[in-house]
């Protein structure tokens, strides 16, 4: 709205001084002038409101989907912005030499604005390239945002999940992955609530983070926020469709309203499962047994993955190590992969194995 009505301003003076250069020859002595100047001002202004939208919607249409600015950006568009206004103002000096009016100036004024709001948009949206160009690489050498579509942004499910990790550990995440603060803030919340389950999964979430940093997978903190939406699944679809990344989650509900909404969208849980062998009944394992399960006389470890196993009649081993089972079954769930096993009773070899090995 500042440019529309910058530019209707320069254009109703424009009017009023041609609306009275015209009364003005019309009859000095007469209501002309007065008539002149009202018929200017009022078809300037109303002129100047309807060019202005329409140019101010053009250029709105090139950078509509721009939404973060890096420094190189800023420093690209201020340059390229000063120089469309001096262009505006060198093209104009013509004008004023040759036409010898007094709407001359107004008119150059505007042309000026016009090339002057042109530049710093083309050098927001182009920032880079520009200071590539001009040999000022060190600016962009390491980018405040990544590049758009190469990144996974996570949502709190995707964090608190081991599909990430394993992921990052594969080498599949050479893009690296987007880390919004209101995302880690959320994590950090769940990590100190009472419920055992989801403490620890928020626990092991954070600490999978520093482990893809210590494997060499890029991790961007974002430090956006959407207050328009209070929902964090929300929040991550608006920020995820802002940066022009594709969303990482757990959440089937947040993945359906993504494909609903043309976001690109990953499903952790749906690919791991594709992806990962399961385990058949009769694998023998090697587990630690860390606490009592819910029913009587059940035991629980967890496989390095962080995949439960529940073991039948095997509470009397809580807080043994290098415990052998054998699986009885295994199904999928909404906090991962749930093995059931028995005790091994044919022999020490596969535990003896796995603390030689």
Same mark, same amino acid.
């Given at each position: 709205?500042? +440019?529309?009505?910058? +530019?209707?301003? /320069?254009?109703?003076?424009? $009017?009023?001084? $041609? &609306?009275?250069?015209?009364?003005? %020859?019309?009859?000095?002595? #007469?209501?002309?002038?007065?008539? &002149?100047?009202?018929?200017? *001002?009022?078809?300037?202004?109303?002129?100047? $409101?309807?060019? @202005?939208? +329409?140019? %101010?919607?053009?250029?709105? @249409?090139?950078? @509509?989907?721009?939404?973060? #600015?890096?420094? !190189?950006?800023?420093? *690209? $568009?201020?340059?390229? &912005? #000063?120089? =469309?206004? /001096?262009?505006? /103002?060198? *093209? @104009?000096?013509?004008?004023?030499?040759?036409?010898? !009016?007094?709407?001359?100036?107004?008119?150059?004024?505007?042309?000026?604005?016009?090339?002057?709001? *042109? =530049?710093?948009?083309?050098?927001? #949206?182009? &920032?880079?390239?520009?200071v590539r160009a001009a040999g000022l690489s060190h600016l962009v050498d390491r980018p405040a945002e990544p590049p758009p579509g190469t990144a996974l942004l996570v949502d709190s499910s995707a964090v608190m999940d081991r599909y990430l990790l394993v992921l990052g550990q594969s080498g599949l995440l050479t893009g690296g992955i987007v880390l919004p603060r209101f995302v880690t803030d959320e994590v950090r919340a769940l990590s100190h609530i009472p419920d055992p389950v989801a403490s620890r999964r928020a626990h092991r979430g954070l600490e999978a983070i520093e482990a893809l940093q210590a494997e060499g997978v890029p991790v961007w903190i974002n430090e956006d926020e959407v207050p328009e939406r209070s929902d964090s699944g929300d929040r991550a679809l608006a920020l995820a469709h802002r940066l022009h990344v594709r969303l990482g989650t757990c959440s089937a509900e947040l993945t359906e309203r993504a494909e609903q909404q043309g976001i690109d969208v990953v499903d952790l849980r749906r690919l791991a499962a594709e992806l990962s062998p399961d385990h058949p009944p009769g694998e023998r394992l090697v587990i630690d047994l860390v606490k009592e399960g819910r029913q009587p006389r059940q035991a629980v470890g967890y496989l390095p993955q962080g995949d439960m196993v529940v073991v039948n009649d095997a509470s009397h081993l809580v807080g043994r190590h290098d415990i052998e089972v054998v699986v009885s079954s295994a199904r999928q769930t909404s906090q991962g992969l749930l093995v059931f096993a028995q005790l091994f009773e044919g022999g020490p070899a596969l535990a003896q194995h796995a603390r030689t090995g």
């Open positions: 709205m500042i +440019f529309v009505e910058v +530019f209707r301003l /320069l254009l109703v003076i424009a $009017g009023v001084i $041609g &609306g009275l250069t015209v009364g003005n %020859d019309i009859g000095r002595n #007469t209501t002309a002038p007065v008539v &002149g100047i009202t018929l200017g *001002a009022l078809a300037s202004y109303l002129l100047g $409101g309807i060019i @202005g939208r +329409f140019i %101010d919607r053009g250029m709105r @249409g090139a950078v @509509g989907q721009l939404r973060s #600015t890096p420094a !190189s950006s800023v420093f *690209a $568009g201020s340059v390229v &912005g #000063t120089t =469309g206004l /001096l262009l505006g /103002l060198v *093209a @104009g000096l013509p004008i004023v030499a040759l036409v010898h !009016s007094s709407i001359d100036y107004p008119l150059v004024s505007a042309f000026a604005w016009v090339l002057c709001a *042109a =530049g710093v948009r083309i050098g927001v #949206t182009k &920032g880079q390239e520009i």
